[in-house]
Each structure stands twice: as structure tokens, then as C-alpha cells.
């Protein structure tokens, strides 16, 4: 973190935060602190990403700035979700993206950042919506001989009553 305490004990932080797309072509930066933050559990944002749950951070689009790779952003239109997703032409990372009904907001993956944005992940959105492979919150214990795996027990098969034994 950048970020430090001043005199006073108070937050001391930059007044714009960048972040970037995985080959670094692509720098933005958005205005300290960012409006919120969400974990999207929708199978629109798990396909869009390749993983699920995605975060999120809100920003409203005033407080949002390209400062390089304009001409290597691309976009797809997700017309059944009403939105707009931009990723880098060069390595495909998905950059932000934007709801038609809220044209004032771009919504960016919390991993581009590497400095604190502000505002801490709150909000499960179409929680309901998860795919069933994804981490439902069950409890984890660490792999024996490897620390930092964390694993999960294995859920119980349900047993098929028509299954013979």
C-alpha cells in the first residue's frame, strides 16, 4: 500500500488511484475513494472473466480517466444485460465495463488495483445466481505440506433412492 498515516493518525492517500490490465498497456486511474464495491456472482460477469465471483469497484465515470492504451481497448456488447464490457486488445483483460441504465458509473475488476481504493467489497450481488462449482462459503482447512492451498471436505453425496445398494 501507498497509503500512510500522517501526524494526526489520519489516512493519508493519493488523490487518484491507478490500476491497469495484466501487460500494462492499457492505465486508468480513478478518483479516491471509489463510490462502492460488490462480489458479482452472475454467470454473465463468471463467463465474462473465467471465474466466479468477480469484485467490483464503482466509480462514477467523472472520477474515471484513461491515461494510456485508448486505441488498444475493444468492446462487447452484451445486449440481453444492457451493457457494454472493454478489454485489452493485446492481452484480453476485461478493463470495466457500463450499464445503460446507469450511464454515470463505470465498474471496474477490484484485481487491476494494486493500492487500496477506498471502499471494502460489502455487497454479494445474484448471489443467488452463483454457478454450483463456485465457493459457497463452506468451511476450509490448509492442505497438509502446502500452507497456503486451502481445501474444502468434500460434500456428502446424496444417496439416490433408487439406486440399489
Same mark, same amino acid.
Not at 460488490?38 to 462514477?60: E, I, K, L, N, Q
Given at each position: 500500500?501507498?497509503?500512510?498515516?500522517?501526524?494526526?493518525?489520519?489516512?493519508?492517500?493519493? #488523490?487518484?488511484?491507478?490500476?491497469?490490465?495484466? $501487460?500494462?498497456?492499457?492505465?486508468?486511474?480513478?478518483? =479516491?475513494? @471509489?463510490?462502492? @464495491?460488490?462480489? !458479482?456472482?452472475?454467470?454473465?460477469?463468471?463467463?465474462? %472473466?473465467?471465474?466466479?465471483?468477480?469484485?467490483?469497484?464503482?466509480?462514477?465515470?467523472?472520477? =474515471?480517466?484513461?491515461?494510456?492504451?485508448?486505441?488498444?481497448? !475493444?468492446? =462487447?456488447?452484451?445486449?440481453?444485460?444492457?451493457?457494454?464490457?472493454?478489454? $485489452?486488445? !493485446?492481452?484480453?483483460?476485461?478493463?470495466?465495463?457500463?450499464? !445503460?441504465?446507469?450511464? %454515470?458509473?463505470?465498474?471496474?475488476?477490484?484485481?487491476?488495483?494494486?493500492?487500496?481504493?477506498?471502499? #471494502?467489497?460489502?455487497?454479494?450481488?445474484? =448471489? %443467488?445466481?452463483?454457478? #454450483?462449482?463456485?465457493?459457497?462459503?463452506?468451511?476450509?482447512? @490448509?492442505?497438509? *505440506?502446502?500452507?497456503?492451498?486451502?481445501?474444502?471436505?468434500?460434500?456428502?453425496?446424496?444417496? *439416490?433412492?433408487? #439406486?440399489?445398494?
Amino acid at each position: 500500500m501507498k497509503h500512510s498515516t500522517d501526524r494526526a493518525g489520519t489516512l493519508a492517500h493519493k #488523490e487518484w488511484i491507478p490500476g491497469q490490465c495484466l $501487460c500494462g498497456t492499457v492505465r486508468f486511474e480513478i478518483k =479516491f475513494p @471509489a463510490r462502492w @464495491a460488490w462480489h !458479482d456472482h452472475s454467470r454473465h460477469s463468471a463467463r465474462a %472473466h473465467g471465474a466466479s465471483p468477480v469484485t467490483y469497484v464503482g466509480s462514477w465515470t467523472k472520477r =474515471f480517466r484513461l491515461l494510456s492504451g485508448e486505441e488498444s481497448v !475493444d468492446r =462487447f456488447r452484451q445486449e440481453d444485460q444492457e451493457a457494454t464490457r472493454h478489454f $485489452c486488445l !493485446d492481452c484480453g483483460t476485461p478493463v470495466y465495463y457500463t450499464r !445503460d441504465k446507469s450511464p %454515470h458509473m463505470v465498474n471496474i475488476p477490484r484485481a487491476l488495483f494494486e493500492e487500496s481504493v477506498g471502499r #471494502e467489497p460489502r455487497y454479494h450481488i445474484r =448471489f %443467488h445466481d452463483r454457478p #454450483e462449482w463456485s465457493y459457497g462459503g463452506e468451511p476450509l482447512k @490448509a492442505l497438509k *505440506n502446502y500452507p497456503s492451498v486451502m481445501q474444502g471436505r468434500p460434500k456428502k453425496r446424496q444417496k *439416490n433412492p433408487f #439406486e440399489e445398494e
